[in-house]
């Protein structure tokens, strides 16, 4: 899980700090070149703002609490996201919007970005790592090699023709035949019981 500690999850870059230097572009880290097929959520408030977005992006699922204010506010300064803004935003949210937040440099609150589909829930101040840990213990709950293997298909297919994504999505779940938590979860499901997964 994702979170910020204060009273922001992150408002970005110390500009002030930067003052005088060239602008790098970003290095390693979660925002470049990220990949992992572990579930990840980003439990978001107050600021959320420039590369502090950019760190939302690369989590799955995003948890608002009624605070957070979300924007890529680089346009304002004379800079642009450099750390997969204008890559992830228009996967997420489409074109429009995303054009909107990074040409605008306006954040948005967190109603308008749970309309958006920025984030999956909005909570009431002080409750998005709760909730984040909530929804971590539902996915936790389910069979680990499935929710894994669902996450691979699904952010793989993102890149392919349909076609190809069909194709490829059926040769990652044949990857599961024959697993031991393929087969608790029948059982369970037979036994009307809630499974014991074991990740194997």
């Known amino acids: 899980m994702l979170c910020g ?6 408002a ?18 979660i925002t470049r070149d990220y990949w992992t097929t ?3 959520i980003a439990a978001l408030h107050g600021a959320v703002y420039g590369g502090g977005l950019e760190l939302a992006l690369c989590a799955d699922l995003r948890v608002a609490d009624e605070t957070a204010m979300l924007g890529q506010l680089e346009v304002r300064w004379g800079i642009m ?18 054009l909107e937040l990074v040409m605008t440099g306006n954040p948005v609150d967190a109603r308008r970005a749970l309309q958006a589909g920025l984030v999956n829930q909005v909570v009431p101040a002080g409750q998005a790592r709760t909730a984040a840990l909530e929804l971590a213990a539902t996915i936790v ?17 993102l890149s392919m ?3 190809d994504g ?3 999505e059926s040769l990652v779940a044949n990857l599961l035949a024959g697993t031991s938590d393929l087969q ?3 059982r369970a499901f037979a036994e009307k019981r809630a499974p014991r997964y074991e990740g194997r």
């Open 12 to 29: 970005g870059a110390d500009l002030k700090a930067r003052q005088g230097r060239r602008p790098k572009v970003p290095g390693g880290g």
């Open 184 to 186: 608790e979860g029948r």
């Open 81 to 98: 996201p450099g750390a997969g803004g204008t890559q992830r935003l228009p996967r997420l949210v489409g074109l429009g919007v995303a």
């Open 166 to 168: 069909i194709r490829m």
């Open 38 to 40: 572990k579930p990840i």
């Open 161 to 163: 023709p349909l076609d």
């Open 141 to 157: 709950s389910r069979a680990p090699l499935a929710v894994r293997r669902a996450k691979e298909a699904t952010l793989r297919g």
């Open 5 to 10: 500690a204060g009273d922001h999850f992150c």
